[in-house]
């Protein structure tokens, strides 16, 4: 087995897989239940040749980011929940200032402080929030630590084919797990690849400006409506991604992504072994949200059945919108609890039974 | 094949090492595992413990364990907590150095009292008491080989830069296997 | 003449009380509470009511009463 | 015959044990604030705001009004309350991270506002309730989980003195005490006193910063963490008080 | 004419009739184009006998706020765009605490800084960002300054109703515009109303305690899980707020809310005068989103259109859900342009026509 | 035959004009930055962060590297584009309102991090760009569209001056210059070439502040402007090197 | 019946309260208004505009106006800017104290010249010279009588403390009026 | 003798240089450039070449070449 076969925390694979994919500069402050990526960027980092910054607070660590970014070096900056929240504002300067970025946000419990057990409640800050204006990021849901170390590499791909932020989301299960992983090789980043970024110019040369992209577009705000809409549609057509089991004949398809969608999983093992027709839609982008793997559904679906830790329901809306309000919508949602697949395959069985109740 | 197991006991015991241990030898071996803690302001609890999955194949789900194969059992607070959850039949090993001997246990489980101060004398390992108690366990369960887990656990050691304790170890780990008939 | 009150269940078994007696008359007993801390002792008629096993004790578990 | 009583406040007798870790100075600290209070008589008219770290769990632990806030924020918070709740004595209680990190800006600020609260700052070196991390407070040197080799001055920076930081600002009180002896304590709990007095004659900000043990993330026995206050920590920040308005 | 029968700014009015509405606390930071507001508030809290404190930054205005809720006060905070990014934490905080507290945000164009001009870039910063965990806020959507004015009031007897924090949305068109309005009476909020609020306790009385409220749930996170699931109900359930506009027999239905809404209603009028059926659903709320409203589109529907000043079409999926997806959608999409009458108009045709493409 | 030169650097002279109101500080202070980077040779090398204030007008009348930044966030974003950049001049050039209200904690602590870049900041005691409401450089007694019967210390508190913050951190420069008068501007000049220089002598974090007119925001002449900085604001704020490593 | 008006002119010129004054009349008078500022940093250009909307009956949508009925031009770049969005027919009122009397207009329009300088001269109101141009406006397009828009004027100063000025204004405001034959 | 070159076109008329001078030969022209600012002029035969006026101008308007 080779030495880059290592068993590692989903948080600390992240912050190694993003050293080896070339990050030299980590900006970021604790918060649970992510602070391993700080602690471990606190000594690894040093020995990459880079810089790991515990910054003052949540803003100046999303801030950095932004500078680092403009730089054109391949930027990381992590948090969670509350902390998330507060990059709201940094997060729409990246987005409108064409800057490629990766953040993290490792979701746990609740509104407000809450409590740090997994959760999936973020869904909505990723997909719908970031902050004010017409934004939209990428954002990626890797469901066990090797996805995340994978997920790393192509986040920094994304950001700089699309020049826009990237957001990797996973819940504390996954972050505060160990499982095996192989991890890539180390590589390096030439920070003077991109001609966009600030590096100072030579005589004669015109200077770089790192601003909102809507100062060049032709006639601003004209110019920059289409700019921002092939920009979206280009990153909704091409990067859905997603991963369907059993779906085609399914009765019930489960969607989920993270956690929630390996115990679904093992949910559509189980229930096809006793007969069940169980499919799962595992969603490995929530945005772009791959509607795309919704075609796969097949005629026989009684009903989605939603699998998500969250109280609202956060992923509904976008389940209906994807299958064209067709097919009716239940959820098995928990907040704190990490689903459990008899319950999923209970939840399918009510929906065959016309026993449970819809959604929306 | 899935095995379940929780490892328990106060927070200086080295029991979220123990569970890595114990992880890196089956994943070093072919195996899937997870590997998880109890993070957080437990802390201040002064408990810790972690979940550990270890499958032969499919890939494992959730790493909540539902119905433990083993808990190892570091105190008694750990017993009263993690009893309930073993499966009939299940292994549960006990820390005899700590945990009183007249302490009354489930009838449909196999107790494994484990002197593990005195395994870790006897390997001349001081701080071998846990790594003692993974012998055992490997004994008792058959979960990996003796030679399998050495070669992993003197990987594990040495790539952290520690191989000089690689000896100790491998005595310790040799103490708790043979010590079960 | 003081009075000590300890209250066993509170006690965290820090010892600052121990070191704090000026009349280290405040010992470690060996015995632990439900919690598992190993509280600790007082040799009460010895005590002189100063108050510092009170004023260090962070866990509200010892009261002093002393009367002039 | 007269009796002496040491008795810390009844709501903090017959409730719960607190959740602090064995030796943690939250529980003195905390005890000395309400100890005053109820001196005052104003211990039921208190109303105490903490943030989401060690501090919050005096939230369990006393039966007062408070509000628990976002961590960092509660000086912020207390001083929307406060200015609402002019009768009460309003207090934040909280750590140093929060307070000289993310919530340095609302320390700063609150004090230039000259804001009629109380703010007791716990300073324990590191960010206790994360699990040990690098606080602005760490000493040069000092191994936290976030600086694993020691905090170093051209890495972090020196550690953050809010004496230095307040020097020349008219506020109504500013003092840094200890815990580390029961000398200390008393004489902290004189400036705490202080502080209160300050507010109920609003006379605007006053501020406490209390040198207090972390026993679980200094890696030390409590025992051997008062006496690194002593050795150490009591040498980067001096105690006494520093600002008190009229004599300054 | 009465002497509250004036002329003021969207802005002005809103603090103006705060301040009638009993409010006594504002915190705030400049930020256009809603300024106005704290500088009407410098001067006029003052005469009220209540306090107006500008703060350091937005943070610090939105946990002011969140100490004076708890308070008992009648509490309010604005700020714009970049600004209200900045309030994410607190929104989430005070949506987990159970706080009644009105914010307000005037949106302007852009994601990072944008520029100042009008436009309705917010939609899902306010509907499903509010930051972390499972949230969501009531939202009131005032069309013109005196639909402000009635909203504030409305805004705390909802805030207070609920216990829940309820945002006042409005772009720069309506918060800059001057209209002719009229005030309501002067009236005193007593801070001792509610017995949750933090005041002080008698010998022998508990504590009170604001913070997460699912610390008092029944084994907590399970028991938070119905309560607010319940709340966010009842909301939805009861406090859905819209204006139809002809739409019963309309062939294409306008959505909009804001100043967008007040073009398709002169289109909606100048439609009907040419003999097109044209109707619209004026959004009141935008959440609770009105989806009562679209029971009244008729079988003649052949399309919705959505007006919009954003790139994305941010309503265009709620528009969908509210249609069970069962009505094509086109969109009049402008970022900083107030939309034109004759436009909302030309679209329809071109919509009736065959000609128009769906934007979902 | 020798010719000395008064003229400023090619890239402001033969750009657009810059956008800055009649009289505005911000045009001699950017032009005195840009000058002694033309002077030691850094001109193009250099990346200027702005953040959105009357200063971002810079971004389009100098043709060098930039960044444009949110309100209040230049410092750190300087911070992160520097770490990354070692060879570059790199400073962040900013409002008052930016550094010592939403930004504050980010000037302190980029000062207590010593992060290696240099920090131009205008102190013309008003938020500039959003129509002149009230700064935390404010003096006591100035009307604002924000405070309109003028600032009072009872209500927001005395202006914030940051050298008093500042006092004991060791940062590489601190000073204060003014605009007012020629001589006061080369003195500034000389503290701004202090600053670069001690960046690319990799000797830490240094500022300079900047008394400067906003005339329209304080509805006066450019004129009457600077007599107000010479008459009442130097007073308040006194001009002069603070800081300075090694000698202090 | 709907108006849509634009007054423009340098920043110091008191564009914005005249437009309010306007404004302010046409409300008190029982008709709907909207008053839309420019804002923000076009402050820094120096000059300053606004577009009042005056309905008789229906809701006004847009502040933006389309097509103007009467421009108010306190100089010449207010003129440059705006003249070709006055409808064929509509109003351009023109500051000729200041803008040069040789200026060059379309011919599809009414051009009113009004001398504000000297009006306000007439009136002993130095300060009255956009209140007599208002004068003109109401003779010349019959938006208010007279009567009306003095009782909205006296209203407009005395709810804001400054009744002192109400002879003043009411003076400067006939002699606009009645400088119009 | 000195060589005063002015842009006149980005002169915002703050006037400034008028107070700056030190041998009082720059006047309020009366005349406004394009943009409406009122520029100044120069009575370039006294100038030394201080290069006071330069120094205090905000707008870069003008350059001084003394030739010694
Ligand atoms: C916005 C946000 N960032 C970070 C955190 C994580 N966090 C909680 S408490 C804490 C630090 C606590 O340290 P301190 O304030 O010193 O208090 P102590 O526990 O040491 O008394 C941190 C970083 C959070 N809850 N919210
Ligand atoms: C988050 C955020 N809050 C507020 C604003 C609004 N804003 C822009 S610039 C500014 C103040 C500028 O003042 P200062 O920094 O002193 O610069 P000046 O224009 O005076 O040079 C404010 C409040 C914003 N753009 N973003
Ligand atoms: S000081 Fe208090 S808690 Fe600590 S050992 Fe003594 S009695 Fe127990
Ligand atoms: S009161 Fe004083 S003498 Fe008595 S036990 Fe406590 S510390 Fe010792
Ligand atoms: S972690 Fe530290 S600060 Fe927190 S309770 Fe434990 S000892 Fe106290
Ligand atoms: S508003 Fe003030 S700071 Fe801004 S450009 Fe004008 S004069 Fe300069
Ligand atoms: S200082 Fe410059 S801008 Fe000002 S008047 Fe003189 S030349 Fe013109
Ligand atoms: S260089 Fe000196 S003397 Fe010549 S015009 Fe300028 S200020 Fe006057
Ligand atoms: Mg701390
Ligand atoms: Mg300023």
């Known amino acids: 087995m080779a030495d880059n076969e290592v068993i590692m925390k989903g948080n600390e694979a992240l912050a190694e897989a993003a050293i080896r994919s070339g990050c030299r500069f980590f900006s970021g402050y604790p918060i649970t239940p992510q602070t391993e990526i700080l602690e471990y960027m606190s000594w690894r980092m040093e020995e990459a040749g880079g810089e790991a910054i515990q910054t003052e607070d949540e803003l100046c660590g999303a801030y950095m980011l932004f500078g680092a970014a403009a730089a054109g070096a391949r930027a990381l900056s992590t948090s969670a929940g509350p902390g998330f929240s507060l990059y709201q504002e940094a997060i729409s300067y990246l987005v409108g200032s064409d800057l490629p970025a990766v953040l993290v946000d490792v979701s746990r419990i609740g509104n407000a402080l809450g409590d740090i057990s997994q959760s999936q409640g973020d869904y909505e800050l990723i997909r719908k929030g970031n902050g004010h204006g017409d934004t939209m990021v990428i954002a990626l849901t890797p469901a066990s630590v090797q996805e995340i170390v994978d997920d790393v590499q192509l986040a920094y791909e994304l950001a700089e084919k699309y020049l826009h932020p990237v957001i990797i989301l996973y819940d504390a299960a996954i972050g505060q797990m160990m499982e095996g992983v192989t991890l890539p090789e180390m590589s390096e980043h030439d920070i003077n690849k991109f001609d966009w970024s600030v590096k100072g110019i030579e005589k004669g040369q015109h200077g770089r400006k790192i601003t909102n992209v809507s100062y060049f577009c032709d006639n601003m705000y004209v110019g920059y409506e289409k700019y921002l809409r092939d920009k979206y549609k280009a990153i909704t057509d091409n990067e859905q991604r997603w991963e369907n089991v059993e779906v085609a004949d399914a009765e019930v398809v489960c969607v989920a992504y993270g956690i929630s969608s390996r115990v679904c999983k093992e949910a559509v093992r189980n229930a096809r072994a006793e007969g069940i027709k169980l499919g799962l839609i595992r969603l490995k982008t929530i945005t772009p949200f791959p509607v795309k793997a919704f075609e796969e559904i097949g005629p026989d679906c009684k009903g989605i059945e939603v699998v998500e830790m969250s109280i609202k329901g956060q992923m509904v809306d976008d389940v209906a919108l994807a299958t064209k309000c067709n097919i009716p919508i239940y959820g098995y949602l928990t907040s704190y609890l990490v689903p459990d697949s008899e319950k999923v395959i209970e939840v399918a069985k009510d929906i065959l039974a016309g026993k449970a109740e819809e959604v929306l | ?181 | 003449m003081a009075q000590i009150i300890y209250d066993k269940k509170r006690c965290k078994g820090c010892h600052y009380c121990v070191d704090a007696c000026p009349k280290k008359i405040i010992t470690v007993s060996g015995e632990l509470n439900d919690k598992g801390y190993e509280v600790v002792e007082f040799d009460e008629a010895q005590c002189i009511g100063c108050g510092s096993c009170y004023t260090i004790c962070p866990d509200y578990a010892i009261t002093i009463i002393k009367e002039d | 015959m007269a009796t002496k009583e040491f008795k810390a406040p009844e709501m903090l007798r017959t409730g719960d044990p607190t959740g602090f870790c064995p030796g943690c100075g939250h529980g003195t600290v905390g005890r000395l604030g309400f100890e005053v209070l109820d001196e005052m008589g104003l211990l039921e008219k208190s109303i105490s705001v903490y943030d989401v770290a060690c501090d919050s769990l005096y939230m369990w632990a006393i039966d007062t009004d408070c509000v628990g806030t976002a961590h960092g924020r509660a000086i912020a918070t207390a001083a929307g309350v406060k200015r609402v709740r002019k009768d009460c004595p309003v207090w934040a209680y909280v750590g140093d991270g929060a307070s000289y990190s993310i919530g340095f800006q609302h320390t700063v600020w609150s004090a230039v506002r000259n804001e009629n609260i109380t703010v007791v700052i716990i300073n324990n070196g590191v960010f206790g309730m994360t699990g040990g991390q690098m606080a602005p407070t760490t000493l040069i040197g000092q191994k936290t989980t976030s600086s694993p080799a020691g905090r170093r001055a051209d890495v972090n920076g020196y550690p953050m003195d809010i004496t230095k930081i307040l020097t020349g600002q008219d506020i109504a009180y500013l003092a840094r005490g200890s815990i580390d002896t029961v000398a200390n304590i008393n004489k902290t709990k004189k400036y705490i006193r202080k502080a209160f007095e300050k507010q109920m004659n609003n006379e605007g900000f006053s501020l406490v910063e209390v040198l207090a043990p972390c026993p679980t993330n200094w890696g030390l026995s409590p025992h051997d963490s008062l006496e690194r206050i002593r050795n150490e920590v009591m040498e980067v920040f001096p105690i006494g008080e520093y600002i008190e308005r009229g004599v300054k």
């Open chain 2, 1 to 181: 094949m899935l095995t379940e197991i929780i490892c328990a006991g106060f927070g200086g015991q080295g029991i979220l090492t123990t569970g890595i241990l114990i992880s890196y030898g089956a994943f070093k071996n072919g195996k899937k595992i997870t590997w998880y803690p109890s993070y957080g302001s437990e802390m201040r609890g002064g408990t810790a413990n972690c979940t550990i999955k270890i499958s032969d194949g499919e890939e494992i789900a959730s790493p909540y364990a539902k119905e433990l194969d083993v808990l190892l059992a570091m105190n008694a607070p750990a017993i009263d907590k993690f009893e309930d959850r073993i499966k009939p039949g299940g292994y549960l090993f006990v820390n005899a150095s700590i945990v009183p001997d007249d302490k009354k246990y489930r009838d449909d489980i196999k107790v494994v009292k484990v002197d593990t101060v005195k395994l870790a004398e006897e390997a001349n390992n001081p701080k071998g008491g846990n790594i003692a108690m993974i012998g055992v366990i490997l004994k008792k369960t058959g979960l990996l080989t003796l030679e399998q887990f050495e070669a992993s656990i003197i990987k594990y050691f040495t790539d952290k830069g520690k191989e000089k304790f690689n000896d100790a170890n491998i005595a310790a780990l040799r103490v708790g296997y043979n010590s079960v008939q």
